[in-house]
């Protein structure tokens, strides 16, 4: 398993203990690095914005103290929605991978698949997004599942 991809699910596990949100964890990679972090604090915040990879934006901004993170690469449990994908291009991110499928969040409750066909998909994304370690984030996703958390 990737490093930084078992660092996101820990993220994401930490989302779960604390009912903050969804299982969708999130970590900046720089030169090797991580210099953000974040996990969905959707419920917490009472605010629908609050995605995994929005908070790991936010936290790696902070830190290096400016909106642009060229040069670094997002490890996310889930793949991405249109809103966190458009935010990962406007943060200039270099590179997305992202564990568990637009597909599989609808095995969890989550209804992200409307919004990326109303946007038009992915067709016209190459190069950008690219899966990796699967099968733990879908381990993630039925832990989830099994809580009969709060799905929004």
């Not at 929605?81 to 406007?90: D, T």
């Not at 609808?106 to 066909?117: N, P, Y």
Request: hydrophobic share 35%; net charge positive; glycine share 8%.
């Amino acid at each position: 398993m990737n490093e930084f991809m078992a660092e996101a699910i820990k993220e994401a596990y930490k989302g779960i203990r604390l009912n903050h949100g969804g299982p969708f964890g999130s970590v900046i990679v720089k030169d090797g690095k991580i210099i953000g972090k974040g996990h969905n604090m959707v419920l917490k915040n009472n605010n629908a914005t609050c995605h995994g990879e929005i908070m790991a934006i936010a936290t790696a901004s902070k830190k290096l103290k400016t909106y642009d993170l060229s040069n670094t690469i997002i490890y996310t449990t889930g793949e991405p929605c249109p809103m966190c994908l458009c935010a990962c291009m406007w943060a200039n991110i270099s590179k997305v991978y992202y564990g568990a499928t637009i597909k599989d969040n609808e095995l969890i409750g989550f209804r992200d698949q409307k919004f990326d066909d109303l946007m038009g998909g992915r067709k016209n994304i190459t190069n950008y997004l690219e899966m990796l370690d699967r099968k733990e984030c879908l381990d993630l996703f039925n832990k989830y599942k099994s809580l009969n958390s709060k799905k929004y």
